[in-house]
């Protein structure tokens, strides 16, 4: 069975400052999402990582796939205040829709 | 340009009580899941549907039903509710293995 661990679960940071979100799994997977949800609303699609070593950047977010290592890490540049939000991660195993497992989320909140 | 779209918003029910949620997509999406989230929990999978005409359980199935009714739709349905069902409901899509998921808004249900 696939265990997607999420860490730290909780992140409080200031503005300006940089930090990195990790997602580890437990089984051979090359489909990792990374998905933000804003406090009440539905979840939106940020990153799909396809491959081993695969990078992929969006403003201030940054997201690496190292499936040898089974980990992806967010990277968070310069934080805004903006940018606070639940950022969860998703894994894929087996090649079947059915098989997506989420992480528990890791809720960030940058404070000024 | 409607996306995912799910119905009702909110919904309060009584121990026994059954309803069903509707989902429609408008992306012309072969492939469309529910899942739940808990606080602390994630989301998980409760059934899903790989394409027209298919519909396969997820982790958390019990309780439920399902019907892809055409390509737009799937929905779901509570056929007792128990207090354990208390919870947000996501209706997604998505094109493929390949491709993110694509969230409806939710629907936060209420089982007293």
């Known amino acids: 069975e696939l265990k997607v661990e999420q860490n730290p679960l909780f992140l409080s940071m200031q503005e300006g400052k940089n930090y990195t979100i990790y997602c580890n799994y437990s089984t051979t997977s090359d489909r990792l999402y990374w998905y933000r949800q804003d406090p009440g609303k539905s979840l939106e699609s940020l990153f799909v990582?396809?491959?081993?070593?695969a990078v992929k950047q969006e403003g201030r977010l940054m997201a690496s796939l190292d499936t040898k290592a089974r980990l992806s890490t967010l990277h968070i540049t310069a934080a805004v205040h903006d940018l606070s939000a639940t950022y969860f991660c998703a894994v894929n195993y087996g090649g079947s829709q059915g098989n997506l497992i989420f992480g528990k989320g890791t809720k960030l909140s940058v404070k000024p | 340009n409607a996306g995912v779209t799910q119905t009702p918003k909110f919904q309060v029910l009584k121990t026994g009580q059954s309803m069903t949620l509707q989902c429609a997509q408008d992306?012309?999406?072969?492939?469309m899941y529910w899942y739940r989230q808990d606080p602390g929990m994630g989301l998980r999978l409760i059934y899903y549907?790989?394409?027209?005409?298919?519909?396969d359980k997820g982790e958390v199935p019990n309780g439920y039903n399902v019907s892809r009714l055409n390509k737009r739709e799937f929905s779901l349905r509570l056929e007792s509710a128990a207090p354990s069902q208390t919870s947000v409901y996501f209706c997604?899509?998505?094109?493929?293995?390949?491709?993110?998921?694509?969230f409806g808004n939710g629907t936060r249900l209420t089982v007293t």
């Open positions: 992306m012309n999406h072969n492939s």
């Open positions: 549907s790989a394409s027209e005409g298919t519909t």
């Open positions: 990582l396809l491959s081993n070593g």
């Open positions: 997604a899509s998505s094109t493929g293995l390949n491709s993110p998921l694509h």
